[in-house]
């Protein structure tokens, strides 16, 4: 009865991964009413700053009542459906982007998309941008609703540029051009790189030499790069934040060469000002026909007026966007310092972080084998013993088993108390009967696996892909 399309399982909600989702709804932890319930870490959500933006919105009752200098707008925004954006958003939007790069890198209205956020945006781009079986590298791990936002509607294929632990998953020259002869091997046609920089699900920023790297090959290959900094301002060693236009001036790239036009920025605002449901993302680029053409394509997502009234008012009081950017990024990195540290207490150890929501866990000494099975295992036993439902790192397409995302932003302080206390307990109790863990494990450090159907399942209409948020 439905097209194919409708009927594929690739937007990954029928995925195994979605298990511990389907747990948690079953059996949500309150701290009240269900002590014993399964405590949600999955969910890359920022909820720690609350507090800051619902006192704007207290402060300014007249923006939330939809009115300007006290006479209503409703019947204008009523109305409203230019799918070119309110101009006072836009520009406050651009400055907003600027301040988080803390001015370096200005921002020209006129070459910003408004879509129905980074979900919508990412999609955009690759029906913008490529024809439906070629590719866009990606380093792994990602973002598992990549698989979903890039592939299941546009027909674009994935190819994974394999980064492992050895270097703390840092994007090589190497691994650059091992991933565009296996998409050649697949006679899949490149056209970009999409990076996430900070990275989800590592939570890291990416270095001088990745951004070069990456340059280099889309100089090489005359390719696209599609930069999605939607943790930019999630940084919390904010000098260490080089956005992709950033690093391209930094390179002195003379803005005639063709490159700036193959270079585009994917943001939105649900990470840094935690707002997921507010739906607002957005596409930069230089590249006046991608514009033209997202513009177009953005039709289908807008961001609603009275959304944009209300933040384009928000973001307009530079005294709050400048505290609450700094004060949040000072939130994370205490949240963030608190899982690490609880996690060293039972023996585990994590990348290290200097942005996101999340924190990129090893428990590599946990397994039973050096296996996938068995990290399935682990996040079972985590899930259904532990009562926390984390992510395994198969499902950002990791290419070692034994990785797992936290997220640590969107629960209160206490709840990752009681998660730390519950993930102590696990370990003492799982280790005590058996020494720490098996030495031949810790070998797997340097281990890299093939490109297997596991890790890279191509837009077939009854893969596996997952996603998330
Ligand atoms: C890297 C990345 N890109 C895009 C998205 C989707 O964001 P949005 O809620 O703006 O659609 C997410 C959400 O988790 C993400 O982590």
Request: hydrophobic letters at 40%.
């Amino acid at each position: 009865m439905l097209s194919r399309k409708a009927a594929c399982d690739s937007h990954g909600q029928d995925s195994s991964y979605f298990l511990g989702w389907q747990e948690y709804e079953k059996n949500p932890y309150h701290e009240l009413q269900n002590p014993t319930g399964i405590i949600q870490m999955g969910l890359a959500e920022n909820q720690l700053s609350f507090d800051l933006t619902e006192s704007w919105l207290a402060n300014n009752s007249d923006v939330l009542g939809l009115k300007r200098n006290g006479r209503s707008v409703f019947r204008e925004l009523a109305l409203f459906q230019d799918y070119h954006g309110m101009p006072n958003f836009k520009n406050e939007l651009v400055e907003f982007m600027a301040e988080l790069r803390g001015h370096k890198v200005a921002f020209d209205p006129k070459k910003l998309v408004l879509v129905a956020g980074a979900t919508s945006a990412n999609e955009t781009m690759m029906f913008c941008l490529a024809e439906p079986g070629e590719a866009f590298l990606l380093p792994t791990p990602y973002y598992p609703g990549f698989d979903r936002d890039l592939k299941w509607r546009t027909g674009v294929e994935i190819v994974p540029i394999l980064c492992s632990s050895s270097n703390d998953f840092r994007i090589t020259g190497c691994a650059l051009e091992d991933a565009y002869q296996q998409a050649k091997k697949l006679n899949l046609n490149v056209k970009g790189v999409l990076v996430t920089n900070p990275s989800n699900p590592l939570g890291t920023t990416m270095n001088r030499d990745e951004l070069n790297h990456v340059i280099d090959f889309a100089i090489t290959k005359k390719v696209h790069i599609v930069s999605d900094e939607i943790y930019s301002g999630t940084v919390f060693d904010s000098t260490s934040f080089i956005s992709i236009i950033e690093a391209l001036m930094d390179r002195n790239i003379d803005d005639t060469h063709d490159l700036w036009n193959r270079i585009h920025i994917v943001y939105s605002l649900s990470k840094d000002l935690g707002l997921p449901g507010f739906r607002v993302g957005m596409i930069y680029s230089n590249n006046e026909l991608v514009v033209a053409a997202a513009t177009k394509m953005s039709s289908f997502g807008l961001v609603s007026s009275q959304t944009q009234f209300l933040l384009s008012n928000m973001l307009s009081d530079k005294k709050f966007t400048s505290k609450y950017i700094k004060e949040n990024q000072k939130r994370l990195k205490r949240r963030m310092e608190m899982l690490v540290s609880g996690l060293r207490g039972a023996g585990i150890g994590c990348l290290n972080s200097n942005a996101g929501l999340f924190c990129w866990v090893d428990m590599r000494h946990l397994l039973s084998s050096d296996t996938f099975e068995a990290e399935k295992e682990l996040s079972k036993r985590i899930l259904f013993e532990v009562g926390l439902n984390i992510s395994p790192g198969s499902s950002c397409h990791c290419c070692e088993p034994g990785w797992f995302r936290m997220c640590f932003a969107n629960m209160s302080q206490e709840t990752l108390k009681v998660a730390i206390r519950r993930i102590k307990a696990f370990v003492e109790s799982t280790t005590s009967g058996r020494e720490n863990c098996n030495p031949q494990l810790s070998l797997c450090n340097s281990r890299r696996r093939s490109v297997s159907k596991w890790v890279f399942p191509l837009s077939s209409y009854d893969d596996h892909a997952a996603a998330d948020r």
